[in-house]
């Protein structure tokens, strides 16, 4: 027998009414005794193939509606059959509430086809207390999303709390912040567009993610993961709505993807190695970005990233690599090769002093330890710094190469007046004149190389 698992969150707190549920969760469980069925199909359902489409399923499509139910039900039918999909038609636009379709007991090869509208509520009643995502996929293997279609997050009405109030900085989100609920009565916490979690073989191709409260699309403890022909977009002032947050995931791939909005581009965050991004079309927002890493004194490890053959345009950074001082952990082989910036402020940075202004950052000796980093073929222009590679000074960077850089300042103007190349404690290999000259560069590899954090107990990912 199929049926719905909803958890009910019962807390009270005085003075207040119940919070609503928490998000559907749909899952495919085994019959037992007695209970109603779902509203879903009660045909015999076949193990292989099959369309379920979410209007047989009691979907209104007219974007007023609450279209969950429906989802759930076309959801929990599809998981139950190998290579189903779940269509969700053109010319319709479906309001979904928050809802997980979740593994692992579904088949594999699923696909959501997507080439109508999902919008996200914009009452608080529909948040509770506040939840970190929208529309979730867990557990699953070989999951696609794919079509023309489009979700929106609606995420106006979570950033003018946000504008009004302090505003975050980029990439300060904790995934265990306390829930307060702001002025206007939407909850602080802002979830996610669109997350995955611990699935493998994903894909994601061809839709469009657009205006979400805060980050657009997340990978957390995926493998083997597949995006093109992705469109991402948000105004460039909304608040820390990163388009790609990838975090404890492999064998990633991200080509052909186009990314606007009002935080990173893509960011690359603890326990993620072997990722390839490449043709990919970022601005206007944050760059594209590894770490902030080592918050609160943590370990992070990130490795073999490339990111090569693409364009970033009006943003804050180009291609960066940030942390905070006392972590530990490392980041080595890093690729950044072919990249065009325009109108970018920071092109190439290395900030290990990063400090997302809402705390107190004291100096500390530990940090995460950055070597075997390339840049290749930056070329473009900047708007304040072309180069800043501010290293640890316990833990200096090594390895850092540096080949056809041309960068040259905007024809409008740049914000500093000394816009020379900055290094601090930065070690490595000029391979080719550089425009501007990078002289700041030290040579070789920083004194006692061999005797480096990275390659002892405690920084060993």
Not at 446 to 451: D, E, R, T, Y
């Amino acid at each position: 027998m199929l049926s719905f698992r909803i958890k009910i969150n019962v807390t009270r707190k005085q003075g207040k009414a119940t919070p609503p549920p928490p998000p559907v969760v749909v899952t495919n469980q085994k019959s037992g005794g007695g209970g109603g069925t779902s509203n879903a199909s009660s045909n015999a359902i076949s193990t292989t193939g099959g369309t379920f489409n979410v209007l047989k399923y009691g979907a209104k499509g007219d974007g007023i509606a609450d279209d969950t139910n429906a989802f759930g039900g076309a959801w929990a039918d599809a998981c139950k059959v190998q290579g189903s999909i779940m269509l969700v038609p053109s010319g319709s636009v479906f309001l979904v509430k928050p809802i997980s379709f979740s593994g692992p007991n579904c088949m594999s090869n699923i696909v959501f086809q997507l080439d109508g509208k999902i919008i996200a509520p914009t009452n608080s009643g529909a948040w509770g207390s506040g939840l970190l995502q929208w529309l979730e996929f867990t557990k699953l293997k070989g999951i696609t999303i794919r079509g023309k279609g489009i979700i929106d997050g609606q995420g106006s009405v979570w950033w003018k709390l946000t504008t009004n109030s302090a505003v975050e900085s980029e990439s300060s989100y904790h995934p265990n912040s306390i829930n307060t609920e702001a002025n206007g009565g939407m909850p602080s916490t802002k979830p996610t567009a669109l997350r995955f979690y611990g699935s493998t073989d994903v894909t994601v191709t061809g839709i469009t993610i657009q205006n979400s409260p805060q980050t657009h699309l997340k990978f957390d403890a995926c493998t083997g993961v597949q995006v093109s022909g992705v469109s991402i977009s948000s105004p460039e002032n909304s608040p820390n709505t990163d388009g790609i947050h990838l975090q404890n995931s492999q064998n990633v791939v991200i080509q052909a993807t186009t990314l606007a909005c009002g935080d990173d581009c893509i960011s690359i965050q603890t326990g993620c190695s072997n990722i390839y991004v490449h043709n990919v079309n970022c601005g206007p927002g944050h760059g594209i970005s590894i770490g902030g890493l080592g918050k609160d004194g943590t370990k992070a490890c990130v490795s073999n990233v490339t990111v090569r053959d693409s364009t970033i345009q009006n943003t804050l950074n180009g291609v960066r690599i940030k942390s905070w001082q006392g972590g530990s952990g490392s980041v080595k082989g890093v690729m950044f090769v072919n990249i065009q910036v325009s109108e970018v402020e920071n092109p190439i940075i290395i900030d290990q002093y990063y400090c997302d202004g809402h705390n107190n950052c004291p100096n500390k000796t530990s940090a995460v330890a950055i070597s075997g980093v390339s840049y290749q073929s930056i070329k473009g222009t900047y708007t304040a710094n072309p180069v800043h590679l501010a290293c640890s000074d316990s833990i200096p960077c090594a390895g850092i190469t540096l080949s056809a850089i041309a960068l040259n300042p905007s024809t409008k103007g740049v914000k500093n007046n000394n816009n020379n190349p900055y290094c601090w404690r930065a070690f490595g290999e000029i391979q080719t004149a550089t425009t501007p000259p990078v002289s700041c560069l030290q040579k070789g590899g920083p004194p006692n190389n061999n005797k480096r954090p990275d390659s002892i107990s405690g920084y060993i990912c």
